[in-house]
C-alpha cells in the first residue's frame, strides 16, 4: 500500500478510530534507547492501524516486524491512551501538502484514535530499522533525552518506562535485552538504567542466580579488558 | 436513552468498535465475589460504549458509577481484548426479538468490538448495584464459581484475578475492598482470597505494618466474638 493509497481508502481497510504503538526499546553504551521514526520534522513512535479481519495483538506484532524485522520479540500492552481530543488531524497538515495531498477534516486519519500502548524489549544488535510509510528515518534515542516528539509520545515512553521499571521488579524481562550470551555486570547495567539508580553488585549477583534461570557458561568473556567476566545464557526452559 | 433509542441511534453518539467492561471485585463472606448483570438467560460484565466526545477512562468511571452508585472507586484498566471475531451479534438475536426489535447483522451494536477491561475494587456493602440499559437483574458471584457467561467475559474475569494477584504484592490496593475501619485478619482474608492460599498471621501482620500506611485506631473492634482484635485504617496521606 502506498501514501496515496492509504490515505485514501485506509477506511476501508482499517478499524476506524483505533490505533497500536510500540514503544520498541533497546540498551547500548550503558543507556535505554527507544526506536523512533522522523514524521515530518518531529519524531514518533513506530505504530499502525488494525486491519477490520486482524486482532489488536497481531497488529501490534506485525507492525513490530514490519519496523524491526523482528519476529516475535517480547511485546506487551500496558496502556490505552484514550483521550477525547486525541487527534492527529493539526499534525497532518503539512505533510499532506509536502507530498501533494488535500487536507481536509473528514479525512479517516484525522479522526479522534484511541491508541493501544504496547512495550517492546529487543537486543538492539539485532533490529534492522525500517521506515513506516510516511518516514524511511529513524533512530535510536536515550529514553531520558528526546527530541522534539509527535503528539502525547513522550508521555507514552515515560508512562512505559514507569510500566517496565515495575515489571522486571516481578518478571525475569530484563534479557530480552540482550544477546543470548551475557556476562553479569551487562545484566545489572540494564537493571540500573530502568530503575535509574546504582544496585550493590553483589547482591545483585546472587538475586539474579537465586532465581535460577540462568546457566552460566564454560568459557569466560574473551574480549574483556582486564578480568575476564563469566558468560551466562538464560535456561532452555526459561524462553 | 431507552432501548430503542440506544439501537436505533447509538452509531451517532458512540464510538464504533470500542467498548468498557468493568470487573467489579468486592469482599464478602471471606470469598472474592464479582458483580455481574443478566442478560437474555446468560451472564455479563457490566459495560458500555465510549461517547464520541468522552475519554475512554471517562467512559469507564461513568459505567462504574451508573452500576455501582460509587464516585470514583478504585479503577484500572487492565488488558484489551480485541480478537477479530469478538462480536455480540449472535448473541443479540433473542434478544432483540423478545424486546419486538428487528435483527440486522449491520446494525452498529453487532459490529465488532474491541474492549478495554478494566477492574474495580469496592467495599460490597456501600454499592447499589444497578441494572444497565438491558438488564434489571445484577447479583454478586463468587469469582471462582461463576454462571454461565456472555462471549468471553469469564475469560476477562479469570484474566482480571491474575491481574489483582500481580498487583497487591506491588502496591496497597487491597485495603479498597474494606471499610473505612478493618482488623487485621480482615485484612489478611482478603490477601488470602486473592492469592489463593494461606497466609502465615504474624508474618503478614509484620509486613502489612511495616509498609507504614495502616493507623491502629485506639478502641479494638466491639462486636468481635472472643478476643477484640485492633481496628486499623489507612493513613490519611496514603488515599
Redesign the interface.
Known sequence: MDITQFLKNGASFF????SVDIVILGFKDGELKVLLQEFDGKWCLPGGY?F??????DAAVRVLEERTGLRQPFLR?F??F???SRSFAEEFKGLMKRIGQEWHPDLWINR?F?T?AHYALVNIEEVQPTGGIFSMHHDWFVVDDLPDMLMDHAEIIVASKNQLR?DI??EHISFNLLPEEFTMPELQRIHEAILGRKLERSRFQKKMLSLNVLERLPKPKEDAPRRKPFLYKVKEENP
Open positions: 478499524l476506524p478510530n483505533i488494525v477490520k479481519e486482524e486482532a489488536v495483538g500492552l496502556q490505552v484514550g483521550d477525547s479522534r484511541v493501544m515495575r521488579t516481578l
